[in-house]
């Protein structure tokens, strides 16, 4: 039977966790909507596993460290970690359970999370934030004029060998905003970044992750 455009397509997932993780993921989910981050954006401008938001949204992942808060601050241009680690009027002593479903619209996305109230053993809302629908081919998005014009620009920084030493995924978008007068989404930059790191033959630049973040670089300038 054919769904109607207007039911969505629900994931549902929970945890038991303090108050303080719940306020946290507030937080930094408020601050990627309000930026028009996707999840994936926002992990590669972290410089982490590209996925690493996604899990954090589903509730799979949640102890942070610092310099996770460092780098979020600095990839949304927020002044100050306090702004993302937030004060809790609760008993953070006391874990809960949480669930949080993700309803996907066509259009549009909404975050619904909910703590079991032990006395009463019901799920009570905490809060609801609706999102974008981010899943959107950027090659059926942007123009091929456009999406060449990036190909250009990260061809010419290549051969300028800019990368040639490691850049932070972050690093390499203030470039681009730089040049592009803030005009390229991340997304845009990361596809095409991607485009040269996963070619089968020879790939010009190699994606490294490690505990300090991901960082870019040629492959003419590590051992491969």
């Known amino acids: 039977m054919k769904k109607k455009n207007d039911e969505p397509k629900i994931r549902v997932y929970t945890r038991k966790c303090y108050p303080m993780y719940i306020a946290i993921y507030y937080r930094m989910l408020i601050h990627r909507i309000s930026q ?3 999840p994936k954006e926002m992990s590669f401008l972290m410089g ?23 780098r979020t601050g600095r990839s949304l241009k927020i002044d100050g970690i306090g702004l993302l680690f937030p004060s809790v009027k609760a008993d953070i002593t006391e874990t809960f359970l949480y669930q ?20 009463k053993e019901v799920f009570i809302d905490e809060f609801q934030l609706i999102d974008q629908k981010y899943d959107i081919n950027i090659y059926q998005r ?17 051969e300028e060998d ?13 470039k681009n905003c730089v040049d592009f007068e803030n005009r390229v989404k991340p997304i845009v930059v990361l596809t095409i970044l991607h485009e040269q790191v996963n070619l089968k033959d ?6 490294v992750e490690s505990k300090s973040g991901a960082y870019y670089i040629a492959t003419s300038a590590v051992d491969i």
């Open 36 to 38: 028009n981050l996707s």
């Open 48 to 70: 982490k596993p590209l996925d690493f938001m996604t899990k954090v949204e589903r509730i799979k992942f949640i102890r942070w460290m610092i310099s996770d808060f460092f």
């Open 100 to 119: 949080i479903s993700i309803k996907t619209y066509e259009d549009y996305v909404v975050y619904d999370m909910k703590k079991m109230d032990s006395e």
């Open 142 to 158: 942007y123009s091929e004029s456009e999406i060449q014009e990036v190909r250009d620009w990260l061809k010419t920084v290549f």
């Open 162 to 174: 800019y990368f040639q030493e490691g850049r932070t995924p972050l690093e390499i978008y203030k």
């Open 202 to 207: 020879f790939p010009t630049i190699k994606r």
